[in-house]
């Protein structure tokens, strides 16, 4: 069974807006993270953001800050990753995850990936 599943991204010129959506196969617990990592060619994979199930409480890689909104929806267990001034270094594939915490260790699920393109 898929426990995460992504939609959303494609190309967008600089300046420009996309929203990722990531559906939970079941409901998360209440100390769920639920966040955003990306991942571009020759690089690592890193953090973007990230949202405790239960309090809501979100946390934000600089970059991001700012110009990226995560939030959810309880009612269909879906994070979502509001993408707004996007520039050419935010061009990778970003990968959704359910985890107990910021880290990539503390990852239990990812999603499937999903490119992000910007082009100037």
């Known amino acids: 069974q898929v426990d995460l599943v992504q939609s959303g991204g494609g190309l967008v010129q600089t300046g420009g807006s996309l929203r990722l959506s990531c559906a939970a196969s079941?409901?998360?617990?209440?100390?769920?993270?639920m966040g955003w990592f990306r991942q571009s060619p020759g690089k690592e994979r890193e953090f973007v953001a990230a949202?405790?199930?239960?309090?809501?409480?979100?946390y934000y890689t600089a970059s991001a800050k700012g110009r990226f909104t995560i939030s959810k929806e309880n009612a269909n267990s879906t994070v979502y990753l509001q993408m707004n001034s996007l520039e050419p270094e935010d061009t990778a594939v970003y990968f959704c995850?359910?985890?107990?915490?910021?880290?990539?260790?503390?990852?239990?699920?990812w999603g499937q990936g999903t490119q992000v393109t910007v082009s100037t």
């Open positions: 995850s359910k985890g107990s915490g910021l880290g990539k260790e503390d990852v239990r699920s």
């Open positions: 079941g409901r998360p617990f209440s100390s769920t993270v």
């Open positions: 949202i405790r199930w239960g309090s809501g409480r979100t």
